[in-house]
């Protein structure tokens, strides 16, 4: 995946299983912005990379098992330190307060030995998930004149239905 192939916010929450609001709250707080383009002002589109939309579907994952949105902070920017060919080998466990970064088969065991692993998340298996879906959505480069059209854009189906009547 190269990360000069961006996805605009609407296909990001389709791959990512998250809503259009979270997505906007990630980015402006700092918990995830686009890397592919992060633009300041209206009129023009963020842009995620396929990074970018793997992080937030393990946002997601980590949000519905309860973890809180402050040890959900420390995981990203644990993640961020981490080339994306490094991530498919990552298993994010948790029991529910803490996250704990594992990159080996003996560090999940030891800590479910230890009673601290309560549930796992195999980054890997949400790539294959997120890769799956993205096939199936628009990309587009940050440099194109013309933004790729893509089905969810209301705001631009009423702004081409307004010019058109």
């Known amino acids: 995946?190269?990360?000069?192939?961006?996805?605009?916010?609407?296909?990001?929450?389709?791959?990512?299983?998250?809503?259009y609001r979270q997505l906007d709250y990630w980015a402006r707080t700092g918990l995830l912005e686009p890397s592919v383009r992060n633009p300041s002002g209206s009129g023009h589109q963020r842009l995620y990379s396929f990074r970018d939309i793997l992080v937030?579907?393990?946002?997601?994952?980590?949000?519905?098992?309860?973890?809180?949105?402050?040890?959900i902070r420390i995981a990203v920017a644990a993640l961020r330190d981490h080339g994306v060919s490094d991530l498919a080998g990552i298993t994010l466990m948790s029991d529910g307060a803490t996250v704990y970064e594992c990159t080996s088969d003996d560090q999940v065991i030891d800590l479910m030995r230890g009673g601290q692993g309560v549930f796992g998340i195999a980054v890997g298996s949400v790539w294959r998930e997120?890769?799956?879906?993205?096939?199936?959505?628009?990309?587009?480069?940050?440099?194109?004149?013309?933004?790729?059209?893509?089905?969810?854009?209301?705001?631009r189906a009423r702004r081409e239905q307004r010019n058109a009547g």
Do not use: F, N
């Not at 937030?56 to 040890?71: A, E, N, P």
């Open 1 to 19: 995946m190269t990360d000069s192939v961006g996805y605009r916010g609407p296909a990001a929450c389709r791959a990512a299983g998250v809503t």
């Open 56 to 71: 937030l579907k393990v946002i997601k994952r980590l949000l519905d098992t309860g973890v809180s949105l402050q040890q």
């Open 130 to 155: 997120v890769e799956g879906s993205l096939a199936e959505l628009p990309s587009e480069r940050p440099d194109d004149e013309e933004p790729a059209v893509h089905p969810d854009d209301e705001l």
